[in-house]
């Protein structure tokens, strides 16, 4: 298995661990995983695109190795971190990927720096900055039903997540391999994210890839097909098979997705 060389960043003297590719003098690939799940949700994704672009993964505030530490770094760092890797690499810009979670992360950071991001990729998200009551409302009403369950099992937790994010066996092995260091306190680090969502009617600044599997929620779909006709820039793709994360799901069809993508986004 292909791996990223592992390193330690720092932001108001608080570590973090993020994982990087050499090929200095390509584009860059930031990818920000689902919540509950880490860096190896995108197992897949490595080896298909290392040959080709500087890959950057790295485990949010919560997630990880590092779920169970005292880390005052939360959710609302994650443009900052972000920002700092790339400055630590002399990185000038990147494309971001993020799926679930990620999605919304790398929108709040193309938002807090604009000039950094050179595309948006959106797997099972949705906007943080308009048509997004429906989710939210829908996300409050999910939070509820975590609750429900960690009260009484934190393996029923997971393995309810594990069924809500994956459709397939292959994609319920790779988001078990981050879900079983999420502890009950990792929550703390999520708080605080409300601060990403700014309303604007305005077309995002920047290209948009919009990935959608074909058993995600109709919610998703509905989000999906309202955002992409909201943003002349944008692209929509539906994954056939895959579920919301459909890298893990169907990853030889995300990852030519992907690619198709990019080889031809700021020609």
Not at 61 to 90: C, E, V, Y
Not at 191 to 215: A, W
Request: with cysteine; net charge positive.
């Amino acid at each position: 298995m292909i791996s990223l060389d592992q390193k330690v960043g720092r932001l108001r003297d608080q570590e973090f661990n993020y994982y990087i590719s050499g090929n200095e003098n390509k584009e860059t690939i930031v990818m920000l995983h689902a919540a509950f799940a880490d860096h190896t949700l995108f197992q897949e994704q490595i080896p298909d695109l290392i040959g080709h672009y500087r890959l950057i993964t790295l485990d949010m505030p919560g997630h990880g190795i590092r779920a169970g530490t005292k880390s005052k770094l939360t959710m609302p760092d994650m443009p900052d971190i972000i920002s700092r890797i790339l400055a630590d690499n002399r990185i000038a810009s990147c494309h971001l990927l993020g799926v679930s979670l990620g999605s919304l992360v790398a929108q709040a950071f193309a938002e807090r720096y604009p000039g950094q991001a050179r595309s948006v990729i959106i797997v099972g998200g949705y906007s943080i900055h308009k048509a997004n009551k429906r989710v939210r409302k829908e996300q409050q009403a999910e939070g509820l039903r975590w609750i429900g369950y960690l009260l009484f099992s934190m393996p029923k937790f997971k393995q309810h997540v594990l069924n809500a994010s994956c459709a397939t066996e292959q994609g319920r092995i790779l988001f078990d391999q981050g879900i079983r260091h999420f502890r009950r306190q990792s929550f703390q680090a999520m708080s605080g994210m409300g601060s990403f969502y700014t309303e604007k009617t305005e077309p995002m600044p920047y290209p948009m890839l919009l990935i959608i599997g074909e058993h995600d929620r109709k919610l998703a779909h509905d989000a999906a097909e309202e955002l992409h006709r909201l943003e002349p820039q944008s692209q929509l793709v539906t994954l056939p098979a895959a579920g919301h994360c459909a890298n893990a799901d169907e990853p030889e069809a995300f990852n030519r997705t992907v690619r198709h993508y990019l080889s031809n986004v700021n020609r």
